[in-house]
């Protein structure tokens, strides 16, 4: 999988519910921004979840990822250390860090800003279009599941089992979260 390549962006405004609503394993996804639109820099997306909505442990080796938390909480585990993540919390994620995530309220939303863009399709691909700007009803949007693995190869994602996070440098610090 390429990234874009950077081409010269062009001013955009934007606001809540005007990007691309998708299903996306269970939970709700607006592509807020993406490659075209940033020059390929970085791509923003904003996702929310039921409790329970998670990411198995990976490492990304081509993106950087910051999420912010906007309502609800999320609990990061990062290189083994976990941390509770209210709103407001931001969690920046440099490239080969493992991680993972769950939605530990009702629902959560945050923020996604992907840096350099092009991981927003690894979304697209494993998605289906949104016919409403809510949540799948429980246990819809999960198609793409079964391909996981082989969508997270192709866009350069390793998914680790559960309890392997190597490394222990740059974990959460206290206060952080």
Do not use: K, Y
Request: hydrophobic share 40%.
């Amino acid at each position: 999988m390429s990234h874009p390549t950077a081409v010269a962006a062009r001013p955009l405004v934007t606001g809540r519910g005007r990007g691309e609503p998708i299903w996306h394993l269970g939970s709700l996804v607006e592509i807020v921004l993406s490659g075209p639109d940033t020059g390929g820099a970085f791509a923003l997306v904003e996702t929310e979840g039921r409790a329970g909505m998670q990411a198995p442990v990976h490492v990304h080796s081509r993106e950087e990822e910051t999420f912010q938390v906007l309502e609800g909480e999320v609990a990061f585990t990062v290189e083994g250390a976990t941390a509770v993540a209210g709103p407001g919390t931001v969690v920046h994620l440099p490239r080969g860090v493992p991680h993972s995530f769950r939605v530990i309220s009702p629902t959560a939303r945050f923020q996604n800003l992907i840096s350099p863009a092009g991981f927003e399709n690894f979304f697209r691909e494993l998605s289906e279009p949104a016919p409403e700007r809510a949540l799948p009803p429980e246990g819809q949007g999960m198609e793409g599941l079964e391909r996981l693995s082989e969508v997270c190869a192709r866009f350069g994602v390793e998914l680790l089992p559960g309890d392997r996070h190597p490394g222990s440098a740059g974990a959460l610090r206290a206060g952080e979260a």
